[in-house]
């Protein structure tokens, strides 16, 4: 939850004023993706007329019931208003299965219809219908616990994080090759302009004044230097 507001705050900060007025698309997107408001408010553990009122835009969502709908469905209430409707529902659709409350007391034990239904929500990750997760948070989505889910799921699990590692690797390499074109973008710019090229005038022209101390944005600073004759 601390995140979602950091992220609404973040978004504030950025761009000003949030699009509240694309909320109710959002909200009638998700009701459309899981059949109905009765049905939401059955996932979300919120009173199903409210989603009516908040679509037809009569009354104006809480923040704690706007906290709920996005815990249980894994968006952000910026992702409600951002992302696009049809993009929101084909997602819904293809994951399945929901974040509940947590539960009191000692859990039940699985029944054959609850693994059945975790098998059939592991295939769709790993058949690649849902963004790579950490095992901790498939696991949280599906309402086991770790250890229960690599006890039952050995196979299954390891390939899912394998496929994750993959992506974190993936997403990591892109992040450098799109900070290094950074680099290159802001030393061409200073260089159109006639301006002599100094570390600080580099720095103000990202995105990130860190991208130069890491090592692979460092190292690209240092090659562009080399190439004219200037020390680094």
């Not at 899912?160 to 950074?182: G, T």
């Not at 090592?215 to 562009?224: N, V």
Request: charged content about 20%; hydrophobic content about 40%; some cysteine.
């Amino acid at each position: 939850m601390k995140e979602i507001v950091e992220e609404l705050i973040l978004a504030n900060m950025l761009f000003g004023s949030l699009p509240w007025h694309l909320l109710p698309a959002g909200i009638n997107a998700c009701v459309e993706a899981v059949g109905g408001t009765r049905q939401l408010g059955r996932i979300t553990g919120v009173p199903n007329v409210l989603f009516c009122n908040w679509r037809k835009q009569k009354r104006t969502p809480s923040f704690t019931y706007l906290l709920k709908v996005s815990y249980a469905l894994s968006f952000s209430p910026l992702q409600l208003m951002t992302v696009e409707p049809e993009r929101l529902k084909n997602t819904l659709r293809a994951k399945m299965v929901y974040r509940s409350p947590p539960r009191v007391g000692l859990p039940a034990p699985a029944s054959k219809g609850d693994l059945d239904r975790i098998q059939a929500f592991l295939q769709t990750m790993l058949e690649g219908e849902v963004a790579p997760l950490p095992l901790r948070h498939v696991a949280h989505q599906l309402g086991v616990g770790e250890k229960f889910l690599t006890g039952r799921f050995p196979h299954e699990c390891a390939q899912i994080l394998a496929q994750y590692q993959a992506s974190r690797a993936e997403r990591a390499k892109q992040r450098v090759v799109r900070e290094c074109a950074e680099v290159e973008q802001a030393v061409r710019t200073l260089d159109e302009h006639g301006i002599p090229l100094s570390r600080s005038q580099v720095v103000t022209l990202l995105s990130n004044p860190n991208i130069l101390r890491r090592p692979e944005g460092k190292a690209a600073w240092q090659a562009l230097c080399r190439e004219r004759g200037l020390e680094s």
